[in-house]
T-cell receptor, first 114, second 113 residues
Framework: AQSVTQLDSQVPVFEEAPVELRCNYS??????LFWYVQYPNQGLQLLLK??????LVKGINGFEAEFNKSQTSFHLRKPSVHISDTAEYFC????????????FGTGTRLTVIP | EAQVTQNPRYLITVTGKKLTVTCSQN?????MSWYRQDPGLGLRQIYY???????DKGDVPEGYKVSRKEKRNFPLILESPSPNQTSLYFC????????????FGPGTRLTVT
């Protein structure tokens, strides 16, 4: 069975502080990994993705994530957050075996405190 | 403007009354998908479509139907809605498969009483 686990449902952080949002996956096959962000009352938009190559992936708005195959993790980081980063963040996985499903984690609500 | 549109945005209905939520994209995308979002459960895929007349089940297809007669449209049909289908629904599209960036619609909030 495949799954995506986001260990923290809520993460409060002060403005300009660094943040890490954790994501772990379980899979018996190779995966593609994604982070999506959902701002209040909006649909989701892609932050970044890992398909292959360099394990450090840079995305929009200063976010980056590192694929760690041995730890089956894909944690999202930002060195200095802004108020505008307050949103819900979803990790997602799809599989390289040809399936076209996309599986999302339960989400992490990031709240940036002024 | 490139976009995915959904209608209606809000819907309150009663158990058993058939309804359709429409989804349309203007980007000539091949892949379209429906998700439901529930608190504490994240997004779960209901159905997806790789192209016209090609659809397949996602994670939670029970109680839903879809069709893809035209490339731009991918309606979600609830033949006999039940209260456990009360949720926030999102349609998404991409060039080809989930490895491409998914473009999401604004969401449809459905309440079944």
């Amino acid at each position: 069975a495949q799954s995506v686990t986001q260990l923290d449902s809520q993460v409060p952080v002060f403005e300009e502080a660094p943040v890490e949002l954790r994501c772990n996956y379980s899979s018996s096959v190779s995966v593609y990994l994604f982070w999506y962000v959902q701002y209040p009352n909006q649909g989701l938009q892609l932050l970044l993705k890992y398909l292959s190559g360099s394990t450090l992936v840079k995305g929009i708005n200063g976010f980056e994530a590192e694929f760690n195959k041995s730890q089956t993790s894909f944690h999202l980081r930002k060195p200095s957050v802004h108020i505008s980063d307050t949103a819900e963040y979803f990790c997602a996985v799809s599989y390289q075996t040809g399936a076209n499903n996309l599986f999302f984690g339960t989400g992490t609500r990031l709240t940036v405190i002024p | 403007e490139a976009q995915v549109t959904q209608n209606p945005r809000y819907l309150i209905t009663v158990t058993g009354k058939k309804l359709t939520v429409t989804c349309s994209q203007n980007m000539n995308h091949e892949y379209m998908s429906w998700y439901r979002q529930d608190p504490g459960l994240g997004l779960r895929q209901i159905y997806y479509s790789m192209n016209v007349e090609v659809t397949d089940k996602g994670d939670v297809p029970e109680g839903y139907k879809v069709s893809r007669k035209e490339k731009r449209n991918f309606p979600l049909i609830l033949e006999s809605p039940s209260p456990n289908q009360t949720s926030l629904y999102f349609c998404a599209s991409s060039l080809g498969g989930p490895t491409y960036e998914q473009y999401f619609g604004p969401g449809t909030r459905l309440t079944v009483t």
